[in-house]
């Protein structure tokens, strides 16, 4: 009985530290990736002189291939949902978003305070209809 106890108590303190690390984990994946994928789209701006045009969720832009070698951009994202370019939607000229994360607010405000400000109604890093955007321009 003692040692189940122990092992229960082990397992109280060990479960909540195990879903701390692995939120950590996913948040940091995503800013890595968030970050390959804004300098790839910022780079293609400078060489080619403008953005590609907007695509739907999970579909590469033309000519981008080559940009975004470093990322699975048609895989899910860490958070869940869809990676998809933006250009002149939502209010801004170029941003990548996340379409449909399957991340809570609470994660994703989390997520906000790493890379950005903290408030998913300002700075660059912004809520978005079925989604959120990094801005980039």
Known sequence: ?????I????AAIAIPSF???RETSLNTRFA???????????EYAQEKGNYPPDVLPGIVPAG???????????????LGGEWDWDYKQFGCTAGV?????TAGVAELK???KLIDDGDLSTGNFRQR?????????
């Open 64 to 78: 981008m291939d080559d940009f975004l070698l470093r990322m699975h951009w048609t895989e899910s994202t860490s």
């Open 7 to 10: 092992i229960g108590l082990l």
């Open 1 to 5: 009985m003692i040692v189940v106890a």
């Open 19 to 21: 879903v701390r690390a």
């Open 32 to 42: 890595a990736d968030l970050n390959v994928a804004t300098g790839a789209f910022i």
């Open 129 to 137: 209809s079925a989604g959120y955007i990094f801005i980039i321009e």
């Open 97 to 101: 978003s996340v379409h449909g994360p």
């Open 110 to 112: 989390r997520l906000d």
